[in-house]
Protein backbone atom coordinates (compact mmCIF):
# COMPACT_ATOMS: atom_id res chain seq x y z
CA UNK A 1 0.00 0.00 0.00
CA UNK A 2 1.12 3.24 -0.69
CA UNK A 3 2.11 5.50 1.47
CA UNK A 4 -0.58 8.33 2.11
CA UNK A 5 2.34 11.62 2.65
CA UNK A 6 5.91 11.81 1.87
CA UNK A 7 8.92 13.32 0.02
CA UNK A 8 10.01 11.18 -3.02
CA UNK A 9 13.55 11.58 -4.16
CA UNK A 10 13.58 11.17 -7.81
CA UNK A 11 16.71 10.61 -10.57
CA UNK A 12 15.60 12.94 -13.07
CA UNK A 13 16.17 11.68 -16.08
CA UNK A 14 17.50 14.00 -19.34
CA UNK A 15 14.79 15.71 -21.78
CA UNK A 16 12.00 15.53 -18.98
CA UNK A 17 10.97 18.66 -17.60
CA UNK A 18 10.10 18.81 -13.89
CA UNK A 19 6.60 19.27 -14.25
CA UNK A 20 6.77 16.26 -16.66
CA UNK A 21 8.25 14.40 -13.16
CA UNK A 22 5.23 16.00 -11.33
CA UNK A 23 2.60 13.99 -13.79
CA UNK A 24 4.29 10.92 -13.83
CA UNK A 25 4.46 10.45 -10.03
CA UNK A 26 1.11 11.66 -9.74
CA UNK A 27 -0.05 8.37 -11.87
CA UNK A 28 2.28 6.09 -9.77
CA UNK A 29 1.09 7.81 -6.49
CA UNK A 30 -2.60 8.02 -7.21
CA UNK A 31 -3.11 11.36 -6.11
CA UNK A 32 -3.32 14.62 -7.86
CA UNK A 33 -1.51 16.40 -4.67
CA UNK A 34 2.15 16.41 -5.77
CA UNK A 35 4.68 19.17 -5.84
CA UNK A 36 7.89 19.10 -6.47
CA UNK A 37 11.55 21.97 -5.08
CA UNK A 38 14.23 23.26 -7.08
CA UNK A 39 13.19 22.88 -10.35
CA UNK A 40 15.89 21.01 -12.90
CA UNK A 41 16.43 22.09 -16.94
CA UNK A 42 14.83 19.84 -18.92
CA UNK A 43 18.44 18.60 -20.33
CA UNK A 44 19.77 18.26 -16.64
CA UNK A 45 19.60 14.90 -14.72
CA UNK A 46 20.10 13.86 -10.80
CA UNK A 47 17.85 14.87 -7.66
CA UNK A 48 14.74 16.41 -7.69
CA UNK A 49 12.62 16.52 -4.61
CA UNK A 50 8.89 15.87 -4.48
CA UNK A 51 5.89 15.65 -2.19
CA UNK A 52 3.02 13.86 -1.76
CA UNK A 53 -0.73 14.75 -0.12
CA UNK A 54 0.18 16.52 2.86
CA UNK A 55 3.82 16.73 2.55
CA UNK A 56 3.18 18.79 0.07
CA UNK A 57 3.08 21.75 2.88
CA UNK A 58 6.71 20.49 3.94
CA UNK A 59 8.05 22.18 0.55
CA UNK A 60 7.45 25.66 0.90
CA UNK A 61 9.88 25.54 4.11
CA UNK A 62 12.70 23.22 2.92
CA UNK A 63 15.81 24.51 3.57
CA UNK A 64 17.38 23.54 0.23
CA UNK A 65 19.97 25.94 0.10
CA UNK A 66 23.31 23.52 -0.05
CA UNK A 67 23.29 22.27 -3.72
CA UNK A 68 26.06 19.72 -5.77
CA UNK A 69 26.30 19.33 -9.47
CA UNK A 70 28.71 17.69 -11.74
CA UNK A 71 28.64 19.79 -15.12
CA UNK A 72 30.39 19.77 -18.40
CA UNK A 73 31.68 22.87 -20.06
CA UNK A 74 32.36 23.36 -23.62
CA UNK A 75 34.60 26.21 -24.53
CA UNK A 76 34.88 27.91 -27.92
CA UNK A 77 31.22 28.28 -28.49
CA UNK A 78 28.61 30.26 -26.65
CA UNK A 79 24.60 29.66 -27.86
CA UNK A 80 21.99 31.25 -27.31
CA UNK A 81 20.51 29.26 -24.31
CA UNK A 82 24.58 29.38 -22.31
CA UNK A 83 23.90 25.68 -23.27
CA UNK A 84 23.86 22.62 -25.46
CA UNK A 85 19.78 23.25 -26.44
CA UNK A 86 20.04 26.85 -28.07
CA UNK A 87 21.33 27.89 -31.18
CA UNK A 88 25.21 28.60 -31.36
CA UNK A 89 26.09 31.97 -31.67
CA UNK A 90 29.80 32.20 -32.25
CA UNK A 91 32.51 30.11 -31.93
CA UNK A 92 35.95 30.96 -31.72
CA UNK A 93 39.62 28.83 -31.53
CA UNK A 94 40.64 27.57 -28.14
CA UNK A 95 44.25 26.31 -29.47
CA UNK A 96 46.08 28.46 -27.61
CA UNK A 97 44.04 27.93 -24.15
CA UNK A 98 46.18 26.06 -21.60
CA UNK A 99 44.95 23.81 -18.23
CA UNK A 100 46.85 26.54 -15.70
CA UNK A 101 44.76 29.33 -17.92
CA UNK A 102 41.65 27.58 -17.11
CA UNK A 103 42.11 26.36 -13.52
CA UNK A 104 43.16 30.00 -12.87
CA UNK A 105 39.69 31.63 -14.25
CA UNK A 106 38.05 29.12 -12.60
CA UNK A 107 39.17 29.79 -9.28
CA UNK A 108 38.23 33.36 -9.46
CA UNK A 109 34.34 31.95 -9.47
CA UNK A 110 34.77 30.36 -5.66
CA UNK A 111 33.26 32.40 -2.93
CA UNK A 112 30.53 35.33 -2.70
CA UNK A 113 30.42 36.29 -6.55
CA UNK A 114 28.11 38.50 -8.11
CA UNK A 115 26.18 36.73 -11.23
CA UNK A 116 23.69 37.46 -13.72
CA UNK A 117 21.34 34.58 -14.47
CA UNK A 118 20.73 33.41 -18.28
CA UNK A 119 18.07 35.15 -19.70
CA UNK A 120 16.38 31.95 -20.88
CA UNK A 121 16.01 31.65 -17.23
CA UNK A 122 13.05 31.22 -14.88
CA UNK A 123 13.46 34.20 -13.02
CA UNK A 124 10.98 36.54 -13.10
CA UNK A 125 10.37 39.73 -14.53
CA UNK A 126 7.27 41.97 -14.12
CA UNK A 127 5.41 38.68 -13.55
CA UNK A 128 6.75 36.97 -16.36
CA UNK A 129 9.47 33.93 -16.59
CA UNK A 130 12.20 35.34 -18.01
CA UNK A 131 12.35 32.74 -20.96
CA UNK A 132 9.26 33.69 -21.34
CA UNK A 133 9.69 36.63 -22.53
CA UNK A 134 12.90 36.03 -24.37
CA UNK A 135 10.59 33.50 -26.72
CA UNK A 136 8.31 36.75 -27.36
CA UNK A 137 11.30 38.10 -28.67
CA UNK A 138 12.19 40.81 -25.96
CA UNK A 139 15.23 41.06 -25.21
CA UNK A 140 15.48 40.62 -21.14
CA UNK A 141 18.60 41.82 -19.26
CA UNK A 142 18.83 40.41 -15.98
CA UNK A 143 20.48 42.29 -12.29
CA UNK A 144 23.35 40.08 -11.35
CA UNK A 145 22.52 37.97 -8.02
CA UNK A 146 24.55 37.24 -5.31
CA UNK A 147 25.55 33.71 -4.99
CA UNK A 148 27.95 31.73 -2.69
CA UNK A 149 30.13 28.86 -4.59
CA UNK A 150 31.84 26.59 -1.57
CA UNK A 151 33.71 25.36 -4.13
CA UNK A 152 34.77 24.60 -7.93
CA UNK A 153 36.84 21.36 -8.55
CA UNK A 154 38.00 20.25 -12.00
CA UNK A 155 37.40 16.21 -12.93
CA UNK A 156 38.39 16.52 -15.96
CA UNK A 157 39.87 18.31 -18.48
CA UNK A 158 40.71 17.59 -21.93
CA UNK A 159 39.93 21.15 -23.61
CA UNK A 160 37.89 22.45 -25.15
CA UNK A 161 35.92 20.40 -22.88
CA UNK A 162 36.22 20.82 -19.11
CA UNK A 163 34.45 18.90 -16.50
CA UNK A 164 33.49 20.37 -13.13
CA UNK A 165 31.83 19.15 -9.55
CA UNK A 166 30.16 22.35 -8.10
CA UNK A 167 28.96 22.84 -4.34
CA UNK A 168 27.15 26.39 -4.15
CA UNK A 169 23.87 28.03 -2.87
CA UNK A 170 20.42 27.99 -4.14
CA UNK A 171 19.49 30.29 -6.85
CA UNK A 172 23.21 29.57 -8.66
CA UNK A 173 22.99 29.05 -12.41
CA UNK A 174 25.79 26.35 -13.51
CA UNK A 175 24.82 27.30 -17.31
CA UNK A 176 26.46 31.39 -16.15
CA UNK A 177 29.24 29.81 -14.83
CA UNK A 178 29.51 28.26 -18.26
CA UNK A 179 29.36 31.69 -19.89
CA UNK A 180 31.31 33.43 -17.84
CA UNK A 181 33.94 31.08 -18.03
CA UNK A 182 34.23 31.49 -21.39
CA UNK A 183 34.10 35.12 -21.13
CA UNK A 184 36.82 35.56 -19.31
CA UNK A 185 39.36 32.90 -21.36
CA UNK A 186 37.90 35.33 -24.28
CA UNK A 187 36.66 31.84 -26.26
CA UNK A 188 33.02 31.82 -25.00
CA UNK A 189 31.28 28.90 -23.64
CA UNK A 190 28.47 26.75 -23.30
CA UNK A 191 27.04 24.27 -20.52
CA UNK A 192 27.02 20.71 -22.29
CA UNK A 193 25.49 18.33 -19.47
CA UNK A 194 24.42 19.11 -15.89
CA UNK A 195 23.56 16.63 -12.95
CA UNK A 196 22.57 17.57 -9.50
CA UNK A 197 24.15 15.50 -7.13
CA UNK A 198 22.61 16.56 -3.89
CA UNK A 199 19.78 18.96 -2.49
CA UNK A 200 20.09 19.91 0.98
CA UNK A 201 20.06 16.67 2.52
CA UNK A 202 19.23 14.59 -0.35
CA UNK A 203 21.68 12.56 -2.61
CA UNK A 204 21.59 10.59 -5.34
CA UNK A 205 21.57 8.12 -2.60
CA UNK A 206 18.04 8.35 -1.54
CA UNK A 207 16.88 8.83 -5.17
CA UNK A 208 15.48 6.68 -7.87
CA UNK A 209 14.68 6.81 -11.30
CA UNK A 210 11.06 6.82 -12.36
CA UNK A 211 11.23 3.34 -14.13
CA UNK A 212 12.08 2.19 -10.31
CA UNK A 213 9.46 3.60 -8.93
CA UNK A 214 6.97 2.17 -11.35
CA UNK A 215 8.19 -1.27 -10.21
CA UNK A 216 8.59 -0.59 -6.71
CA UNK A 217 6.91 2.71 -5.20
CA UNK A 218 9.40 3.96 -2.63
CA UNK A 219 8.81 7.38 -0.04
CA UNK A 220 10.28 8.65 2.87
CA UNK A 221 7.64 9.08 4.74
CA UNK A 222 5.98 12.82 6.22
CA UNK A 223 7.61 11.92 10.07
CA UNK A 224 11.35 10.90 8.86
CA UNK A 225 11.64 13.66 6.04
CA UNK A 226 10.97 15.96 8.77
CA UNK A 227 13.46 14.49 10.97
CA UNK A 228 15.59 14.58 7.84
CA UNK A 229 14.86 18.20 6.34
CA UNK A 230 15.11 20.25 9.81
CA UNK A 231 16.13 19.93 13.64
CA UNK A 232 13.48 17.83 15.54
CA UNK A 233 11.87 17.87 19.26
CA UNK A 234 10.35 15.32 20.66
CA UNK A 235 7.25 16.85 23.12
CA UNK A 236 5.46 15.04 26.12
CA UNK A 237 1.56 14.58 25.95
CA UNK A 238 0.90 17.77 27.49
CA UNK A 239 2.34 19.80 25.01
CA UNK A 240 1.75 17.67 21.65
CA UNK A 241 -2.14 18.73 22.97
CA UNK A 242 -1.08 22.47 22.48
CA UNK A 243 0.76 21.67 19.41
CA UNK A 244 -2.68 19.83 17.76
CA UNK A 245 -4.65 23.31 17.99
CA UNK A 246 -1.86 25.25 17.37
CA UNK A 247 -1.09 27.03 20.41
CA UNK A 248 2.02 29.12 20.88
CA UNK A 249 4.86 26.87 23.09
CA UNK A 250 6.99 27.84 26.10
CA UNK A 251 9.88 26.37 24.57
CA UNK A 252 13.43 27.77 23.16
CA UNK A 253 13.99 26.68 19.67
CA UNK A 254 16.94 28.29 17.16
CA UNK A 255 15.12 27.94 14.17
CA UNK A 256 11.79 25.92 12.49
CA UNK A 257 11.60 22.72 13.84
CA UNK A 258 9.90 19.92 13.30
CA UNK A 259 7.58 18.44 16.83
CA UNK A 260 6.80 15.21 17.46
CA UNK A 261 4.12 13.52 19.79
CA UNK A 262 5.70 11.00 22.13
CA UNK A 263 5.15 7.90 20.04
CA UNK A 264 6.73 9.72 16.99
CA UNK A 265 4.00 11.20 15.11
CA UNK A 266 4.97 14.33 13.28
CA UNK A 267 2.83 17.07 14.75
CA UNK A 268 3.87 20.27 13.43
CA UNK A 269 6.61 22.42 12.24
CA UNK A 270 7.27 25.90 14.61
CA UNK A 271 9.53 28.95 14.73
CA UNK A 272 11.02 31.27 17.35
CA UNK A 273 8.56 33.87 18.86
CA UNK A 274 9.57 35.84 21.82
CA UNK A 275 10.65 33.35 24.63
CA UNK A 276 8.47 30.85 22.92
CA UNK A 277 7.73 29.27 20.26
CA UNK A 278 4.64 29.59 17.25
CA UNK A 279 3.60 27.29 14.48
CA UNK A 280 4.52 27.61 10.99
CA UNK A 281 2.22 24.84 9.89
CA UNK A 282 0.87 21.72 11.82
CA UNK A 283 0.04 19.05 10.25
CA UNK A 284 -2.38 16.87 12.31
Known sequence: MIPESGL???DKPGAMTSHDVVARV?????????GHAGTLDPMATGVLVLATNRATRLLGHLTLTDKRYDATIRLGATTTTDDAEGDVLETRSTVELTEAAVRAALDAFV???????SSVSAVKVAGKRAYARVREGEQVELPPRRVTIHSLEVSGLDLPEVRVSVHCSSGTYIRAIARDLGVALGVGGHLTALRR???????????????EL????????IADAARTAF??????????????????LDVALDETTALFAPDGEFLALYRPSGDGARPVAVFV
Do not use: C, M, N
Not at 26 to 34: E, I, Q
Not at 197 to 208: C, I, R, Y
Open 8 to 10: VVV
Open 26 to 34: RRLAGTRKV
Open 111 to 117: GEIDQVP
Open 197 to 211: TSVGPFTLADAHTLD
Open 214 to 221: DDRWAVIP
Open 231 to 248: PSRDLDDERSADVRVGRG
